[in-house]
Structures are given as C-alpha cells and as structure tokens.
C-alpha cells in the first residue's frame, strides 16, 4: 500500500503492467467510499481525475479496499471531463452570451443561481439526478415560454431553453446516462439506488491481496449453497452465457472492523518475521508455529484495544491470518472443497477471475480476482515448498501443495513462455485415497470391473492406466494401490506428489515414496526418473509405482516390468485415449522397443464421456484391455489387444467382451496357472473374480442403505480387503479349496458385525 498522507481524499498513481491505478486514500474519511453511495465520493473523485488525468482503475483505501474497474472507471471519467469542459465555457454559465438586455433583472438570478448549481455541484456528484433535473427544467421553461406576452422575455426564455438544452444534449451523450435512460422510470432525484446498477466494485479487506466480487448477480439464478467451514458457496447460473458462477463468501470478508483492525495489526507484526526457506520443508510444522504465535498475538491484541472476543473467534482471525502470511490465501479454501477438482488461474493477473472445475457444474468462473502481488507471494513460496526454479531459464514449475484439508498438483508458467506474467493451474487431489467401491459408487467402473481389476492387482500383473487429462487416471491408481495387501512394500515414483503415499502409510502400508526430477526442470539436484526406477531395483522385493510415464524413464520402467514381472505388481499412468494410443506413445514417442511393449500385461483407459449437448461429463473407464503376447511388429493388426471389458454407452457402464466371458484370456489364465486350486480350471477363476466383484457391490450397498458413505473410504475398505484375504486363507485350510459361498457368508458376517459396532460407537 503506498504511503499517503492522512488528507481525506489525498491520492496517488500507481502503474501495474498496463494498469494505471488511482489510489486514494479515505484511511480518515467518516463515511465508506463508493461513488454508488456517497455523492462527496463522487464529486471528489471527479475533481482528482481532472487532475490526475489518465487512469484505468480506481481503488479507494480504508477498512476495506474498494476497487471500480476499467468500464467503471470510464463512467464517472466521462462525467469529470464533461464538468471540466463545462467550467472553461464561463459564457454559459454567467448568461452574458444569451441576455439581450442586460438592465433586465427579471429572472436572471433565479436563472443563474439554478443553472450554476447544477453544473457546479450536483453534475459532480449526481450526474443522473441533474440530467432529469434539466429534463424538468426544459419541460417547464417550454411551458413557460409558451404562455409568455412580454417580448423582451420572450427572447430570454429562448436563451435560456437553449442553453438548458445544450446542457441536456451534453450530458445525455455521456455513457452512463445512456445505460441510465432504460431505468428512469419512478426514479426520484437524490436517490443513489440508480447508481448500483452500473456501479459494482470489487472489495476486499486492507490487509488482503485477493479482490473479490462479493455482490450476488442480480440476474443470476441460484442452483445450490452449502458451506465450507465458515464460509459460504452459492452457485449460480448467469443469464448471458452457459457457464456457472462460483461465488465464495469467505469469512474474511464479513468481519466487523475491530476484528479488522486486529486483523490488520497482528499480520503487520507477523511479516516482520518472512520464513525462511529451511522453514518450507516442513509446511505443516511452519503453520502450526506460526499458528501459535498468531493466536498468542491476537490475544494480546484484543487485550490490549479492550476489544472482547470468544475462543471461537480468535481461533477464526489466526486461521484467516495464517492464511495469508505463510499459506495461499482464497485459493486454501478453494482446495477445501470437495466438489472442485480443478482451479485455473490466467494471466494478467487483477484482470480476469479463477476458473474451476466442479464436480456436479462442471466449468465454472469464480467472483474472485488474485492481484499481481499475490501471484508473485504464491510463486516465491512455490519455490521454496518444490525447491525448484522459476525464472526465465525454467518458466515452468510442477509441484505439489499440501495445507490442512486438501493436496493439490500445482502447475505454474511464467515468462518468457507467458509474456503476459504468472499463470496456475491447482489439480485438487482427495485427502484420502480413492477406492474401487468408491468408483462403484460414482458409476465410473461396476462391481465386475472392480472384481477383475481386484484379481489382476493379487496377480502381480503389471498394468498402465490411460487416459486423456482430467479422465482420473492418478485417482484410479491410487483406488488400485489400496488393492495390494498390506503386507507387501511398495515403492512409489512421481516427480509431482500426487499419489496417496502419506495417507497409505498412516494406514498402516509399507510404503516409500521417491520424488525425482521433472522433465521440464532444467539445472536441479534432483534425481532423473530414470535413475530413481533403476535405483528401486537394487532396493529389494517391492511393488513399483510410477505416478505418470512421460519420458526416457519409460525404457526404465520396461526394464523393471520384465524384471518384476509375476513377483509384484508394477503400474504407472501414461496419456493415451486407447490401448494402441498407449502402444503408439511408448513405442513411437518415448522409443522403447516394440518387444519391450509386450511387458506390458494390462491396459486399462479411462476417458470423460459427455452429454449430447456437451454442458455435461462424467469420468468413466471405457476399456480394460490385455495385451496379448503373440505379434510381432502392430498388436493392433495382429490381434495382440483383447478386450476383457469395453464400456456401453447404451448402458453407461463397461460390458464383458465374449473373451472374457468364454475364458479366452492369456493373463487371467497365467495368473490362473501360478495358483494350484484354479490351474487349468477357468471357471473357479470367473467365481473369483465374481466373488470379489459381490463383495465390492456389497460395500456400496450397506454404505448406501446406513447413509454412511465413510464406509466406501479406503480405511474401512482396506478393512474389508484384510478380512476378504484372511477368511479365504481359512476356508481353504478348512475345506482344501477357495470355497466363493463358505467365504462370502465369512466376510458378510464380519461386514454386519463391523457395521453394528461401527453403529454403536
């Protein structure tokens, strides 16, 4: 904020990029500054703009910053020039240009005191109240004029109608009073309501970055509402176009002004102390410092001001104020909600709202505007969380952000790729892992699908999960991650934390997780992907996991498939919209060996399957496909792609291919052929695999009928997947075989059981 002066109305340019910003100070003006509400604001501002000459935003300094953008700001400058052009015609306004005879006083003073008033005073500070005043007066002195005898009068009112009407010809040609025309209708001179309609600005609170546009749309049609903590989400569809409104009404924005105040003295405090970056590598342990000593602080503030305030609301001000000294601002409650998925942020910065992806709206634009002063505050303490560059030699940053409530992927690009400055891009990751009952649940796979893909993770199979952005490839890895039983160790690679390793060893995994360098980042001491595959082979007995295949790594990850495979399993993403998509990218993209390719057992794609009139998507796996053995130069051409699932859009939902059905499957029937009770026997593999498709469908119908959706999460579904493999080891040390009824009966037993005592406690 720049140092003025405490003059009411005192103020100063600042220049932004393009922007050319009027900032003035009202920090001891008695009344709020919006040219909507306050003539003096208005008739101030004109007087400032005359001076102040070029400017393409206003902003107005007190409690809260008051912000009128461009289209605003052109508004009241036409309405300023217009009064300065006014002021140089002293002819017009001292009548001696229209008075025939000036020893006649008749009227002159009522005339002149009138006229001067309005040009003077009102133009300034309501220019729609003096152009129907004029109305009126034209309307009477027409009137007026008509039913005048005495000559030399005569001559007078014409001068006088003249000018009226020349003033009321200048003023009408104005913008604002074009927008204002429609509306005028019952408008009663003084009243400011009018100015509303064409006067929104954007406020925020002083010691805030973020603008938000914090009026509802009078046009906009509200679809839902709900809460996330303590502020408040509204949807709304907009008249003018197919896109949604997000409007967030954060609690920061609803403050009192002691708490303001409080506000504003204890981050003044905080920003003497700027973490160092030491200090980024534990994020979680920074907050919860800097917590303490916000909530110490803003004790001692209220304390000392007399200001009286509940636990609860001193616990609300150190959130808000640890949110913007150290986090991320609007953009952690953003992450907070579980219904985004994605968050786009533009360049240039104070100029274009976010963007989000919400998981019931699809796209929608949000009422918030970062600043170019927060975008730089995120990138600085992006580098210092990834320990990555961003400059003019690596413009790009993948990282990841983890703040209570919420993960995130972050991608930002700045110039010289960006010439316009910073840009983001958040992808919102789950707090806890996806499960396959979860994906059950949200129709992205059915019980067989998640039955099968259950049987191919106990078969140590080696898999890729395809799909375009956004399709849910990571989540879907994740869901499969939480298939492998606990027993066995599992490394994970991914140069951006995306999967779920924190969450999975808090439940009791035995999991590493390895970060390696990106493939855009130039100049780091990170270790190539390459290299961390080939590390994990001299690192003992392990399931691998690779967060996305993108480039040479990918002959690596070839290279720990063939050595992995039938002992653990080994999976990874890749962007492809179909098994010969995915061959196409390995093979003729990333160069590993047509050969090498066969290593590869099972594809499964994922993809967004839209509506007819494409304002829906829903995510869907449309394929799970094996890859047979037998060809040579196209697995395409020469059969080496069989289809076990393909989805139906008839049906929406995957169907069994006749393979499937028949048993015609080289990788269920090697899998089949390493387990001595379904060697050579097919059907007790299909009663498997539809043993663990019933056992998943049953999760989601006992969540659904006790309303209890936790029962889909991955620490309760972990539970059902220990208790499904311990009560088949007992069955089969009881009776000699995998009995699917004698086990079903078992773990729904259990699953009543674990819900009663889940019920009662």
């Known amino acids: 904020m720049p140092l003025f002066n405490k003059t009411p109305f005192s103020y100063d340019i600042i220049r932004e990029g393009e922007e050319i910003i009027l900032q003035i100070n009202c920090e001891t003006y008695s009344k709020v500054p919006a040219l909507e509400d306050d003539p003096v604001t208005m008739s101030k501002t004109c007087d400032i703009l005359n001076e102040a000459g070029t400017v393409s935003k206003i902003v107005y300094f007190q409690r809260r910053n008051i912000e ?14 217009l009064y300065k052009k006014l002021l140089k015609q002293k002819d017009a306004l001292t009548y001696s240009s229209f008075v025939y005879d ?30 129907v005043e004029l109305k009126r007066l034209i309307r009477e002195e027409a009137i007026a004029l008509q039913k005048e005898q005495d000559q030399r009068c005569h001559k007078c009112r014409q001068k006088h ?9 200048l003023l009408s040609k104005t913008k604002l009073i074009s927008l204002a025309e429609p509306h005028l209708a019952g408008y009663k001179i003084g009243s400011r309501a009018i100015y509303r309609t064409f006067f929104r600005p954007l406020i925020k609170p002083d010691f805030l970055f973020t603008k938000l546009m914090s009026k509802f749309p009078e046009d906009g049609e509200e679809l839902d509402s709900y809460t996330l903590g303590n502020a408040e989400v509204t949807i709304f569809q907009l008249p003018d176009t197919v896109q949604y409104l997000y409007h967030l009404n954060p609690p920061e924005f609803r403050l009192g002004e002691d708490k303001y105040e409080i506000l504003d003295s204890a981050r003044k405090i905080m920003m003497e102390h700027k973490p160092e970056k030491s200090e980024f590598v534990d994020p979680e342990r920074m907050r919860a410092v800097f917590y303490n000593i916000g909530h110490d602080l803003i004790e001692e503030l209220t304390d000392f001001k007399k200001i009286k305030m509940s636990e ?15 986090g991320f601002g609007l953009i952690e409650l953003l992450l907070q909600d579980e219904k985004i998925q994605d968050i786009t942020i533009n360049s240039p910065m104070g100029e274009i709202p976010m963007f989000l992806v919400h998981s019931e709206f699809g796209d929608c634009k949000t ?7 927060e975008a730089e505050s995120w990138a600085s303490k992006l580098r210092m969380v990834s320990g990555r560059p961003l400059d003019e030699a690596n413009p790009i940053l993948d990282t990841e952000l983890s703040i209570p409530g919420a993960r995130s992927r972050v991608a930002v690009i700045s110039s010289p790729l960006n010439p316009s400055g910073l840009a983001y891009a958040f992808r919102r990751h789950r707090d806890k892992p996806w ?14 699908a998640a039955g099968i893909l259950s049987f191919l993770v106990d078969g140590s199979r080696t898999m890729l999960v395809a799909g375009t952005r956004s399709a849910g490839k990571t989540s879907l890895l994740a869901a499969l991650l939480v298939e492998i039983m606990r027993k066995y ?22 999991i590493q997780q390895m970060k390696v360098a990106s493939a855009m980042t130039k100049g780091t001491a990170e270790v190539s992907a390459e290299e961390g595959i080939r590390t994990t082979l001299r690192m003992g007995d392990s399931c691998l996991i690779v967060g996305e295949v993108r480039s040479s790594e990918a002959k690596s990850l070839y290279e720990a498939m063939r050595v992995g495979a039938l002992a653990n399993v080994v999976a990874g993403t890749i962007h492809g919209d179909s098994p010969y998509g995915v061959f196409d990218r390995v093979v003729n993209d990333l160069g590993v060996p047509r050969t090498s390719f066969k290593a590869t057992d099972i594809v499964v794609v994922a993809n967004p399957i839209r509506s007819a009139d494409g304002m829906h998507k829903w995510r869907r796996v449309t394929q799970i496909t094996e890859v047979r053995k037998q060809w040579d130069q196209d697995p395409s051409l020469e059969g080496g792609f069989s289809d076990l699932m393909k989805y139906d859009g008839k049906t929406d939902e995957l169907q069994p291919s006749d393979d499937l059905i028949n048993g015609d499957s080289e990788i269920l029937k090697s899998i089949a052929g390493n387990v001595k009770e379904w060697a050579g026997n097919w059907d007790a593999v299909w009663d498997n695999i539809m043993l663990r498709a019933k056992i998943k469908e049953t999760i989601v119908k006992f969540a659904v009928k006790q309303e209890d959706l936790e029962l889909l999460e991955a620490p309760f579904v972990i539970q059902c997947n220990d208790e499904f493999h311990r009560i088949s080891d007992t069955v089969k040390e009881e009776v000699g075989s995998l009995d699917s009824k004698r086990i079903f009966f078992g773990w729904n037993e259990w699953l009543k059981r674990s819900i009663k005592r889940k019920n009662i406690s």
């Not at 006083?105 to 003096?130: E, F």
């Not at 003249?162 to 003033?167: A, D, E, I, P, R």
């Not at 009422?367 to 002063?373: A, K, L, R, S, Y």
């Open 312 to 326: 609860k609301e001193i616990d609300e001000l150190t959130q808000i104020l640890v949110r913007y000294t150290v």
């Open 161 to 169: 109608l003249s000018l009226l009407n020349m003033l009321f010809q």
């Open 489 to 510: 160790r599992m490394i994970t690679i991914e140069d951006t934390l995306e999967l779920p390793g924190e969450a999975l060893r808090k439940l009791g995994y035995n």
């Open 68 to 81: 009128y953008d461009y289209s605003q700001t052109t508004l009241i400058k036409e309405i300023a020039g």
């Open 367 to 373: 009422n918030i505007i970062p600043t170019v002063t």
């Open 102 to 131: 000036p020893s006649c006083t008749k009227c002159i003073t009522s005339w002149y005191t009138d006229v001067r008033n309005l040009i003077s005073n009102t133009l300034r500070s309501d220019p729609i109240g003096t152009y």
């Open 435 to 448: 499960t396959l009952p979860l994906f059950i649940h949200t129709k992205m796979i059915n019980p067989l």
